[in-house]
C-alpha cells in the first residue's frame, strides 16, 4: 500500500489505531512514528516519505538474489505448469521481485529469509508438490555462482566451438570423488563434457537432442540431481538478475 501512495505523492501519510494492539506493535516494527493521539484514544502514527524511502532501501539490502532451475516442467506435454502460475507460487511463499523466464523453468527471485540453497530448493518443491501435484527438482543458483559458471566455460576460448551447441548441467551439490572417478574417462566423441564443482559444461556438436549426455545420464552416474540449460539460456539468466 505504502509502495502505492508514495508513487503518487510524497506527501506524509498518517493512521491511527488503539493502544497496545497487534497493529501497534507491527507499525512500530514497521518504522512508523508515533505522533500524539487520535479520536477516542488511539495513537496516532505516520510515515514521512524519506522515512519510507529509507526503510525501503535498507529492506532492499537485506534482500539475496537467486535463479532457480526446474527439471523437466513444460517438456513433450509432460508435467505442465503455466508460469503465471508458477510465479503466483513463488510469491505465495514470500518471495519478491519475481522474474520467470521460457516455459522450461527458469524464476529468479529475491529472498531475505537466510535459508541454504538445500532448504530453499526443498521449500519450493514441496509447494509445487501441494499445489501442482508434481515432482519437480530444483536447483538454486546466486548471482556470484552463476557470474562464475558463465566465466568458467571451458569450451568457450576454443577457436572451433560453436556457441549454439553449448550447454551447461546444473548439479544439485558437488559429486562425490568416487563417482567422479568413474566418469572421467568416458569418451563420447564427438560430444564433450568438462565438470567443474556443481556444473558440467557440454559440447554437442551434433545437437542435444542426440547426445547420451543427458540429465538422466548424469543423475544415474553421479548419483546427484541434474538439469540442462543452453548456453542462451544460461547468459540471459545473468542478465536478468542485473
Not at 557440454?202 to 538439469?227: D, H, M, S
Request: include cysteine.
Amino acid at each position: 500500500m505504502l509502495d502505492w501512495y508514495f508513487s503518487r505523492t510524497q506527501q506524509t501519510v498518517w493512521l491511527g489505531t488503539a493502544p497496545n494492539s497487534c497493529a501497534e506493535k507491527f507499525y512500530r516494527i514497521a518504522g512508523w512514528k508515533e505522533v500524539g493521539t487520535h479520536g477516542k484514544g488511539e495513537i496516532k502514527f505516520e510515515m514521512e516519505y524519506e522515512d519510507w524511502k529509507n526503510k525501503q532501501l535498507e529492506f532492499s539490502c537485506s534482500m539475496k538474489t537467486y535463479i532457480s532451475i526446474l527439471r523437466g516442467i513444460n517438456v513433450s506435454g509432460s508435467n505442465k505448469i503455466k508460469m503465471n502460475d508458477l510465479k503466483l507460487l513463488y510469491e505465495e511463499l514470500e518471495f519478491s521481485n519475481v522474474v520467470t523466464y521460457i516455459q522450461s523453468g527458469n524464476v529468479i527471485f529475491k529472498s531475505s529469509k537466510n535459508l541454504s540453497d538445500t532448504n530453499l530448493s526443498n521449500k519450493i518443491e514441496h509447494a509445487i508438490l501441494n499445489k501442482f501435484k508434481l515432482n519437480v527438482p530444483v536447483i538454486i543458483r546466486s548471482i556470484d555462482e552463476l557470474e562464475n559458471v558463465i566465466m568458467a566455460n571451458p569450451f568457450i576460448k576454443q577457436n572451433d566451438i560453436i556457441t549454439e551447441k553449448l550447454h551447461v548441467t546444473f548439479l544439485s551439490e558437488k559429486p562425490r570423488q568416487p563417482e567422479l572417478e568413474k566418469i572421467k574417462s568416458l569418451d563420447y566423441s564427438p560430444d564433450k563434457f568438462v565438470i567443474k564443482e556443481k556444473e558440467i559444461y557440454i559440447y554437442c556438436p551434433n545437437g542435444y537432442g542426440n547426445t547420451r549426455l543427458t540429465n538422466n545420464f548424469f543423475e544415474n552416474k553421479l548419483k546427484v540431481k541434474a538439469t540442462t540449460r543452453n548456453w542462451r539460456t544460461a547468459n540471459k539468466l545473468l542478465e536478468l538478475t542485473q
